[in-house]
T-cell receptor
Framework: QKEVEQDPGPLSVPEGAIVSLNCTYS??????FMWYRQYSRKGPELLMY????GNKEDGRFTAQVDKSSKYISLFIRDSQPSDSATYLC??????????????FGKGTRLHILP | DTGVSQDPRHKITKRGQNVTFRCDPI?????LYWYRQTLGQGPEFLTY????????KSRLLSDRFSAERPKGSFSTLEIQRTEQGDSAMYLC?????????????FGNGTRLTVT
């Protein structure tokens, strides 16, 4: 079992719809949960991060973490064609530690249809 | 903020040749990471530096790969005797260890094609 599982998609939704992206993980030591967006031929850019369980909202984006289920989600409201990209979840146990590293999911390709 | 810069953007080489990539991190960041990303996959950790010290190397990093960060600023990643399986996007990222959570800031990568 991989440490982080993410459905690669592609996921196609009409403009204006609510998008739900998610990841599951196996390592209960993960404490930091991140979502990165990657456009074609570009490096990943950080969208949001959360620490431990709970929700976090930033504009049209909401990140949720359920540590009891080892499940994280990213919701995009009022989706726009410019949201079309690959969304990567990423996790880490403790970024203060000497041997910390961030583990990424495979990414979900999202297409917003105008 | 000039961001993380990587050079070259693309590199095409023949199998067996050596290649070197360069990464210039965000100036105040003291941690620098190398990741590799193949089509349809997320970035895979290769190695990271804190200042000039290389603190961890993934088992993905074979003996043909070497990374340096001689003065704690820019870094180079060299691949010797390239193989077709080395074809990938090589991503560099940096972060700050000033305290608290510091996310990775990625460059736009170097795309390597080995023919």
């Amino acid at each position: 079992q991989k440490e982080v599982e993410q459905d690669p998609g592609p996921l196609s939704v009409p403009e204006g719809a609510i998008v739900s992206l998610n990841c599951t993980y196996s390592n209960s030591a993960f404490q930091y949960f991140m979502w990165y967006r990657q456009y074609s031929r570009k490096g990943p850019e950080l969208l949001m991060y959360t620490y431990s369980s709970g929700n976090k909202e930033d504009g049209r984006f909401t990140a949720q973490v359920d540590k009891s289920s080892k499940y994280i989600s990213l919701f995009i409201r009022d989706s726009q064609p410019s949201d079309s990209a690959t969304y990567l979840c990423a996790m880490s146990s403790d970024l203060r530690n000497r041997d910390d590293k961030i583990i990424f999911g495979k990414g979900t390709r999202l297409h917003i249809l105008p | 903020d000039t961001g993380v810069s990587q050079d070259p953007r693309h590199k095409i080489t023949k199998r067996g040749q050596n290649v070197t990539f360069r990464c210039d991190p965000i100036s105040e960041h003291n941690r620098l990471y190398w990741y590799r990303q193949t089509l349809g996959q997320g970035p895979e950790f290769l190695t990271y530096f804190q200042n000039e010290a290389q603190l961890e190397k993934s088992r993905l990093l074979s003996d043909r790969f070497s990374a340096e960060r001689p003065k704690g600023s820019f870094s180079t990643l060299e691949i010797q005797r390239t193989e077709q399986g080395d074809s990938a996007m090589y991503l560099c990222a940096s972060s700050s260890r000033a305290g608290g959570f510091s996310p990775l800031h990625f460059g736009n990568g170097t795309r390597l094609t080995v023919t």
